[in-house]
């Protein structure tokens, strides 16, 4: 990502979060005047205890030195989340000055991971990487979402197959809030992955071949590890209710678990359970 690119990322992100704030909830009159939701910069800098000018200067991208106590003083302002605060630290500062070099070679689970996702036996688990790439899955995951094993591993990227592949619309009662999940993640990477362009690639080439996926990203949160209730209308088990849990696994490959464990009080287990050994 380059400088440019990074100070626009960290534009935009400043004012979609000031446009999400009730201006009246924070003291400030309704007014007849207000053109656009949420808070004014002016309002902004007045509650983190700057300039205006310099605000309007940050949130415009200019490359204006802040330091990291005057960005807690704004994300404080902005009532963002620890996970919103940690994107605005990344984006703020660029400390990736080494674009990171590609993978060379295919991601391996280790033994023991592929142990853990296999014993997981009724509960899907898929394996992303940091661009959100499927490098391994279970037989759970297969049988609720889709083989994976089918697609060719240069496509198995879990933010391309939401807004592409047919199955997942269908599967998702609530498809926006699984996708936005993902998108959330993602986001997370985005900003901390600051000297890699494939993001800005990747974006590029969403946008451009899915309009929905735009107006998507650009209300994303930021989340490192969200944690959702699912509603999937499965074709053939019917109604299935899962908590989806991310769980980082450290490493050099930077992997996560998406864990999909059935709700309590329904019967997604044995639904699940039947479908695998009925074939």
């Not at 309704?30 to 053109?35: K, L, N, S």
């Not at 592949?165 to 809030?177: D, M, S, Y």
Request: proline residues 6%; hydrophobic residues 40%.
């Amino acid at each position: 990502m380059t400088s440019q690119i990074r100070l626009q990322a960290l534009s935009v992100f400043l004012k979609n979060q000031r446009a999400k704030l009730n201006p009246e909830a924070l003291g400030f009159p309704a007014g007849t005047r207000r053109r656009t939701p949420g808070l004014r910069r002016e309002e902004v800098a007045q509650l983190a205890g700057v300039s205006t000018t310099w605000y309007t200067w940050l949130e415009q991208g200019r490359d204006v030195k802040a330091s990291a106590s005057v960005l807690d003083c704004i994300a404080t302002a902005l009532q963002m989340n620890a996970d919103e605060r940690r994107y605005l630290h990344s984006l703020a500062f660029d400390s990736s000055s080494e674009p990171v070099p590609p993978r060379q070679e295919p991601v391996q689970l280790s033994p023991s991971l592929q142990k853990i996702i296999t014993e997981l036996a009724y509960c899907p688990v898929i394996v992303s990487d940091r661009m959100c790439n499927i490098v391994g899955w279970n037989p759970a995951a297969a049988y609720v979402f889709l083989d994976f094993a089918q697609i060719p591993p240069e496509e198995r990227n879990m933010i391309r197959l939401l807004f592409t592949r047919k199955e997942f619309r269908r599967l998702a009662v609530n498809w926006e809030q699984f996708s936005s999940s993902f998108l959330s993640m993602f986001r997370s990477y985005y900003g901390e992955y600051v000297g890699d362009g494939w993001y800005e690639d990747f974006l590029e080439e969403m946008m451009g071949e899915h309009p929905d996926f735009k107006a998507m990203w650009e209300n994303s949160q930021v989340s490192y590890a969200p944690e959702v209730h699912l509603e999937f209308r499965h074709a053939r088990a019917g109604r299935m209710v899962y908590e989806l849990t991310s769980l980082k696994v450290y490493g050099p490959d930077d992997l996560r678990c998406n864990v999909y464990t059935p709700a309590p009080d329904t019967n997604t287990e044995a639904k699940l359970r039947q479908l695998m050994e009925t074939e």
